[in-house]
């Protein structure tokens, strides 16, 4: 790690400087919010607005305690990496924080609810219900478009449109529709997605709409309005659809371009 480079830099979304422990609060808050966001590094012993460095008077007895604070006030549990880099006569403690794969991570002593964070900035802020849910999202790999929608059953889902984008390939089945992650099971039963859910609940009149075929009455789109945010929405998950069916269409060509040539020489 070059600390040179580090002091050039201002504080930022991966960059923390602390003058020392001895408002341990405020350094673990900036370790929650590295790691439920983009991770980054946290010098103990700068000046966070000048930059200077006042070095750490016993680097040891410091990175032991803050060891201590970090496993004993941070959940789940996290692991960052503790350096001691020398600068002149004097060292600094160095915290490597990492992008979690177990985030959301809080504070123990105010629970979940109240002492998650997240770096906007250069600044430590709260993360809401909304963001928290984000955020376990992410560490399970799921994107908002994934999340089932527990009131609208698999019914809901126009099976007629996506049957005709597939029609130059193949048959489109049913269970089909849970490869393209369109519909997933939710306790028990098969619900459609939030990606599906301004996209082919829709008339086939409002499809081709979208794709500029001709005119559509709003009365013709099911079970949603005729906003523009739907539309776009709509309009955005059709055209996934029909761009897996063009991928497949142009894989089939491919092998068959190469089958034919194989022929004929």
């Not at 020392?20 to 946290?42: E, W, Y």
């Not at 991570?105 to 802020?125: D, I, M, P, Q």
Request: positive net charge; hydrophobic residues 35%; contains cysteine.
């Amino acid at each position: 790690m070059r600390l040179l480079e580090l002091l050039k830099q201002p504080e930022g979304k991966t960059l923390e400087f602390k003058r020392d422990l001895s408002s341990p609060d405020g350094v673990l808050r900036s370790i929650v919010a590295l790691a439920n966001t983009a991770g980054g590094i946290l010098l103990v012993g700068v000046e966070d607005k000048s930059r200077h460095v006042r070095g750490v008077k016993d680097p040891l007895a410091t990175e032991e305690r803050l060891a201590n604070l970090v496993s004993d006030n941070i959940m789940p549990r996290l692991a960052p990496e503790l350096e001691i880099l020398s600068w002149r006569r004097t060292h600094v403690l160095a915290v490597q924080v990492f992008p979690s794969p177990s985030r959301p991570h809080y504070l123990r002593a105010g629970g979940l609810e109240n002492s998650a964070y997240v770096r906007v900035g250069s600044t430590n802020r709260r993360a809401d219900s909304e963001m928290i849910a984000e955020l376990r999202r992410f560490a399970r790999g799921e994107s908002f478009d994934e999340q089932p929608l527990a009131e609208l059953d698999s019914e809901a889902l126009d099976f007629r449109v996506a049957s005709e984008l597939f029609t130059p390939i193949r048959r489109l089945k049913p269970h089909d529709l849970e490869t393209l992650k369109l519909i997933a099971r939710h306790q028990g039963r098969k619900v459609r997605r939030s990606a599906t859910s301004c996209s082919l609940a829709m008339s086939e009149s409002a499809t081709f709409q979208m794709h500029g075929y001709r005119p559509v009455d709003s009365n013709e789109m099911i079970g949603a309005t005729s906003s523009y945010a739907f539309a776009e929405r709509s309009q955005t998950v059709v055209e996934t659809l029909g761009s897996i069916a063009r991928r497949v269409q142009l894989r089939r060509n491919a092998n068959e371009l190469t089958r034919d040539t194989g022929k004929s020489s």
